[in-house]
């Protein structure tokens, strides 16, 4: 089990919303409510340890951003695709939710249709 290693966690440079929190804070937010997860139970499920775990209430507050591999880790526990944690348009960052619980073949599927209308 990796655990995250704050030193190398940085400052968000993200630019903060209207709501004032930056990309991955609200999408950390928006992640772990749709999953009805608190953060205890986020770190446990991305296999993060307790020490990292105080990191994470950063993330959520925007006082920090993960490297990309506890991004990665976060992505998975939450079941959304690690992208959705930095997109900063709304209708993306929904398209990608949509797009991560589509089936492969589906996928292939919406792609062709895509391609053939363009």
Request: glycine share 10%; net charge negative.
């Given at each position: 089990m990796k655990a995250a290693q704050p030193k190398s966690d940085t400052k968000s440079p993200e630019p903060a919303n209207a709501g004032?929190?930056?990309v991955f804070a609200r999408r950390f937010?928006?992640?772990?409510?749709r999953a009805?997860?608190?953060l205890e139970q986020v770190a446990v499920a991305a296999e993060i340890?307790?020490?990292a775990s105080v990191r994470m209430s950063q993330y959520q507050r925007g006082v920090h951003s993960p490297r990309f591999s506890v991004a990665?880790?976060?992505?998975?526990?939450l079941d959304v695709p690690v992208e959705f944690f930095y997109s900063p348009d709304d209708q993306t960052a929904e398209l990608l939710l949509?797009?991560?619980?589509?089936?492969?073949e589906r996928r292939s599927q919406l792609i062709e249709m895509l391609?053939?209308?363009?």
């Open positions: 004032g929190l930056p937010v928006q992640a772990k409510a009805g997860l608190t340890d307790d020490a990665q880790q976060l992505a998975r526990a949509l797009w991560h619980a589509l089936p492969d391609l053939e209308a363009g």
